[in-house]
């Protein structure tokens, strides 16, 4: 909300200068985002004396002035304003002044062949409202030579922000309340002029929706003439970011930037039979000022008579009973309407205004009678014309809070000091009224709140009340109590893990990417599994809609912007969740963590040749690392199918503890899926799902007792014909648990299938290690050793190789 | 004898020098030391004389012997030296060439600072707590005291789903991480000390909005913690998360719903090399303030619907967000660019896997160490 400190003056006795006023206003808690000051924008600009005004010898529509600015010889200064003539004063921008409208510095010039010094200024130019017709004309005692900002006495400006919980504050008054409580100078309320007006209203107003609007008061003036408003109230509205329309509804718009009362102004002339705030039937339509049509429905309140709805109550008049030129007769509405019903109205239609922001946060019920006899003053004194009687429907909801109050309370949550007496005084200059002590200090006060202070609940409102006059500066620090010793550790297991894990992956030599959790809905199908996914009712565009599945579609889309900039190789990963549905109609967020390899693993180099590029292993590498540093037993760990139909069908697979209970997927990705995401493969990928992993139990410090064995292992070769189809690792698992005690680790160091080999077979060769005990392995132990293990193999239908 | 030996030695010892490989040498052992070599003869001698002769023979021999033996070891050594020196001269590399090498990677801004915010918060005794990021508009707004018709509700941006819970709240995507405050007190009661840092959401998009940010909200209850509980918290933690001592915060009243009073903290900084450079006194010449953080009393309605008495109970929250802390800090200056997952970005703004904050180590990652 912006306001002239010429406004704020009004109502705040005060010597502050502006930036006072400001500091003053950002300690009470109503944030100052900007002050403007016009008489800069002015410099330049001269009250300046048309002497003579003659055609331009090479232009219809230019004149070449005389001007004189009270110095000097007169300058010679070319216009093309048609009000432009001798005797009349105007503004002159000179040379190295800068046009306020348009920031064009204005230098000397020949305008067709004739030389100009300066320029006479329009209304709009200087910004000082919207007109265009022609040059400002000054009345003729304006001295010739000042300084235009200083005739004008243009005023510093303040915006603002005003928080949502005090709409008395949305008014300049009730902001002057403010700072007089915070000591900036004394507070002086409007004068509120008693106007009775002459006979009844003659339009019968009532309130059949006693919910939506409890009351509605109202007058008729007749004879008024709408024309412009006074120019001290245009300068007010102008500094207040209002544009000028007529002088009566420029006088609604004043009595709301002054007090925080919207009103409004009916041409009596349009309506018919009585007016009544009523709710809208379904489908009810009005053209409203913005000239916009809104469709209303059965819970919205409107004022409407025998012809229809004429104003969506509270947020905008409707188009057909606004005031206009011609405009002699007005009916003024003053009403007090039910805030949160304001608030759903103006959703529901998508429909914002300077009333409706400040209805729904809640008027003051007690300032309708002063608001219509403020209104009234305003329209008589510029409009004319002779006001009716007030007439009132319903009445507003006045009563007041009582609080108990103990000002105890201020330090006990305020962690300030703040006197008695002083907490007193400040509550009873922001309008609360402080009931008597009880016996002695330490005893609740009875606090009566001002009705227009709907943010005040409890106690707690009225320690900010106290703190933020005294000022939140006097708050000193005080440090938390702290448990003795060495601080704690705080972290969880999970949180634990998803740190290891993080660390790890990039340790690794990829980089940890944040995507976004919301995806276009065919990249979150194509993950989805049947898995029913969160879908957003207002996404902010298409490409950020389905909570994702899966974390692979995201970096999948950053790995193919990292291709398309050139990158030859892309290693991503990312730690976050997926989302999926969970008891209750709650979600089920999945710790994940999702990664993919892409482009070149190795560059080309001078040692080694091409370019190599990744396969299903390197993110099988990555998948076992990573559940490793997750905790996750991987010497226990199923490889098995079912990646998912994103991966190719041959060349992924997951990795499960027992049957049921996925760690984690890896492989290549499936082609569809590299086309749906259009990125060139192979690309391989793995996800672990870390919520799967389980939590390590009964973490002691100690390990399992252990010393080195004092004799060397042994290795021995074993090389068996297999079937092709059986998996490598089964043999491999079968051969290490051949001597469960003394084999302590078999490799798979070769495998080969073609020539020598029978087709359909394969030759594996396993490197198996030994760890002799007490004393070194006989013959016989090496052989029986041996033996197990051609056993186990040949349970598997594998049969020892020559 | 004796001279006619010494030349013999002589004569041998000479051409054990001047034999320029090691056959030349084995050449000479042989024809000395050999089966048949003279001096292996005269060694023979030995035995056919009397024990007065061989008292004196035998030790001459016996050096005459080593004489020779240790020459020629001492020659072949030198030659060995030299053969080696030779075959090294054609193994040379060019190290110039470039070495492999290994992917670097590394760990995103915003979870390192998640990491140092922990860090900084477990000394003063407040553990990590998470919540759900698809909320229900109960959590997320009602039980923070901000009703269905509540403006500030409106200006939420809010995402929702067309989905409600089992309760008929329809289900959301939470606007900020105070509903981890409710479920904490819900779940644990009080006292409590928490910090929630995560993703959250707002129907917001343009150069310093991104609809998915990042925040972290703090919570400590009790029974007398107060306004400058507050401030010294916020205070210490900013001192301890920038690493300076000159920070300075100014408190102004403001307004949230969740909070009674609120208190919006602005910190003073300057701009260095176009840049905000966090400290100082806002007023002082060439600083400023900058909001920074939202934060209050717990507002006793809140504590109220989080199940807890709030005439026993009272306590601060405060919420601040964390991709503007880690810009502050680490001077990136476009927030998009946190969310694309572009190499380039992150390996230059990234941080070194072994960048983990540690109150010891200081918890902030200056640039150049590591990563």
């Known amino acids: 909300m912006k306001f002239s400190l010429d406004w704020l003056r009004e109502y705040l006795e005060t010597d502050a200068s502006v930036q006072q006023v400001a ?143 005090r709409p008395d504050c949305m008014g300049v008054m009730g902001i002057a309340r403010d700072l007089a409580a915070a000591g900036l100078g004394m507070f002086k309320p409007a004068d509120v002029p008693q106007i009775d007006g002459d006979g009844a209203c003659p339009v019968e107003i009532r309130t059949d929706d006693a919910e939506g609007c409890p009351a509605f008061y109202g007058r008729v003036i007749r004879g008024v003439a709408n024309g412009s408003s006074p120019a001290w109230m245009q300068r007010r509205l102008i500094d207040a970011g209002q544009r000028p329309i007529s002088a009566l509804v420029d006088c609604t718009n004043y009595l709301m930037l002054a007090f925080g009362r ?231 297991p999970e949180q634990l893990v998803q740190r290891r894990v993080r660390r790890a992956a990039a340790s690794r030599g990829l980089h940890e990417a944040v995507t976004w959790s919301f995806l276009p809905v065919p990249d979150a199908e194509h993950f989805a599994d049947g898995e029913q996914l969160w879908v957003l009712d207002n996404p902010i565009s298409e490409d950020l809609k389905a909570m994702r599945p899966s974390l692979l579609p995201g970096l999948l889309r950053a790995a193919r912007r990292a291709t398309d900039r050139g990158a030859a190789s892309v290693r991503l990963f990312e730690v976050g969740r997926r989302y999926f549905r969970g008891a209750n109609g709650h979600s089920d967020e999945r710790a994940t963590l999702g990664l993919v390899l892409a482009g070149d693993k190795t560059p080309r180099g001078w040692a080694n040749g091409k370019a190599q590029g990744f396969d299903a292993y390197d993110a099988k590498a990555e998948a076992l690392a990573l559940l490793e540093a997750a905790g996750a037993p991987v010497d226990n760990l199923m490889v098995m199918g079912e990646a998912g139909a994103q991966f190719h069908p041959g060349q992924s697979a997951t990795l499960r503890l027992g049957p049921k209970k996925v760690l984690a997927r890896f492989g290549a990705l499936h082609p569809a899926t590299l086309k749906a995401f259009d990125i060139e493969g192979p690309v391989v990928a793995a996800e672990i799902f870390l919520d799967a992993i389980p939590a390590k139990k009964n973490a002691e410090f100690a390990r399992s007792t252990y010393s080195p064995p004092a004799l060397q292992p042994v290795t021995r070769d074993f090389a068996f014909l297999v079937d092709s189809a059986l998996p490598a690792g089964d043999l491999n698992k079968a051969v290490r648990g051949a001597d469960k005690q003394r084999i302590v680790d078999a490799r798979i160091f070769d495998r080969f299938d073609g020539q020598g080999v029978p087709e359909g077979k394969t030759s594996l060769a396993l490197e198996v290690t030994l760890q002799p005990g007490e004393k070194s392995f006989t013959d016989e132990e090496l052989k029986a050793i041996s033996d197990a293990v051609v056993k186990a193999a040949q349970k598997l239908g594998a049969e020892l190789r020559a | 004898m004796s001279t006619e030996h010494e030349a013999k030695i002589t004569e041998t010892l000479e051409r054990l020098h001047a034999a320029e490989n090691t056959d030349a040498v084995e050449a000479i052992r042989v024809e000395a030391l050999g089966k048949q070599g003279w001096l292996n003869a005269l060694m023979k001698t030995l035995g056919k004389m009397s024990p007065e002769e061989r008292q004196i023979e035998g030790p001459r021999l016996q050096g005459m012997r080593a004489r020779v033996s240790e020459a020629i070891e001492d020659r072949k050594e030198v030659l060995e030296a ?290």
């Open chain 2, 82 to 371: 030299a053969a080696l020196e030779a075959r090294l001269a054609t193994e040379v590399l060019d190290l110039t060439l470039p070495a492999p090498q290994a992917p670097r990677g590394s760990v995103h801004p915003v979870s390192q600072v998640m990491d140092e915010l922990a860090e900084i918060f477990a000394d003063l005794g407040f553990a990590v707590a998470t919540g759900p990021e698809i909320e229900d508009e109960w959590h997320n707004f009602t039980a923070l005291n901000m009703a269905e018709t509540h403006p500030a509700r409106a200006e939420h941006d809010t995402f929702y789903f067309p989905d409600r819970d089992a309760d008929g709240n329809r289900m959301l995507l939470r606007t900020h991480t105070s509903p981890v405050q409710i479920r904490t007190m819900v779940g644990e009661g009080a006292p409590v000390r928490i910090i929630a840092p995560g993703r959250t959401y707002r129907s917001d998009s343009d150069a310093t909005h991104t609809p998915m940010f990042h925040q972290i909200e703090g919570l400590a209850i009790d029974r007398d913690i107060h306004l400058g509980h507050l401030k010294w918290t916020l205070e210490t933690f900013l001192k301890a998360f920038f690493e300076r001592d000159d920070i300075v915060l100014r408190l102004r009243p403001s307004y949230f719903p969740f909070t009674e009073p609120s208190v919006e903290v602005d910190v003073g900084y300057s701009t260095e090399g176009g840049r905000r450079v966090v400290g100082g006194h806002g007023d002082a010449d060439g600083h400023a303030w900058m909001e920074l953080l939202g934060s209050g009393m717990v507002n006793p309605r809140v504590i109220a619907a989080a199940g807890l008495d709030p005439d026993e109970w009272q306590g601060f929250a405060f919420g601040c967000g964390i991709d503007r802390l880690a810009m502050l800090k680490y001077g990136m200056n476009d927030l998009r660019a946190f969310f694309d997952g572009d190499s380039r970005w992150l390996s230059h703004y990234g941080f070194s896997p072994f960048d983990q904050p540690t109150l010891s180590g200081g918890v902030g990652a200056p640039k150049g160490v590591g990563a």
């Open chain 1, 262 to 492: 919207p009103a409004h102004v009916y041409d009596l002339a349009k309506l018919s039979g009585a007016v009544v705030a009523r709710r809208a039937q379904d489908g009810e339509r009005v053209l409203a000022l913005n000239e916009k049509t809104y469709t209303l429905d059965d819970s919205m309140t409107v004022i409407a008579d025998d012809n229809g709805v004429h104003d969506i109550a509270g947020i905008m008049g409707g188009e057909d009973s606004g005031v206009t030129d011609g405009t002699s007769d007005v009916l003024l509405e003053i009403a007090f309407f039910d805030p949160p019903r304001i608030g759903v109205t103006g959703r529901k239609l998508g429909l914002t205004s300077d009333a409706r922001t400040r209805f729904e946060r809640g008027v003051d019920p007690e300032f309708l009678d002063q608001g219509l006899a403020l209104l009234t003053d305003l329209i008589v004194r510029t409009c004319g014309g002779a006001p009716s009687e007030a007439v009132r429907a319903g009445s507003p909801p006045v009563e007041r809070k009582v609080l108990q109050f103990n000002p105890a309370r201020t330090a006990k949550l305020g962690g300030i000091d703040v006197p008695e007496d002083r907490q007193r005084a400040i509550l009873t200059s922001l309008d609360f009224e402080v009931g008597d002590p009880g016996s002695g200090p330490g005893q609740a006060w009875q606090v009566t709140c001002p009705a227009r202070r709907h943010d005040i609940e409890g106690p707690a409102d009225l320690v900010e009340e106290v703190v933020r006059i005294e000022g939140l500066d006097k708050v000193a620090s005080v440090p938390l109590s702290r448990v003795p010793g060495v601080a704690r550790p705080t972290a969880t």
């Open chain 1, 23 to 165: 500091d003053a206003l950002n300690a009470i808690g109503h944030e100052v985002e900007g002050i403007e000051n016009p008489a800069e924008k002015l410099a330049g600009f001269k009250v300046a004396e048309v002497l003579t005004a003659g055609p331009h010898p090479d232009a219809d529509k230019l004149q070449v002035l005389s001007v004189s600015t009270g110095e000097g010889d007169p300058l010679q200064v070319v216009c093309g304003a048609p009000n432009a003539r001798a005797g009349m004063k105007g503004v002159l921008g000179l040379p190295g002044a800068v046009v306020p409208a348009n920031g064009m510095e204005l230098r000397k010039s020949q305008i067709r062949g004739v030389e100009s010094n300066g320029m006479m200024c329009s209304v709009r130019e200087l910004e000082l409202g919207d007109e265009h017709d022609g040059i400002i004309e000054l009345p003729g005692d304006a001295p010739v030579g000042a300084d235009f900002a200083e005739y004008h006495s243009a005023s510093p400006i303040i915006d603002v922000a005003i928080t949502p919980d």
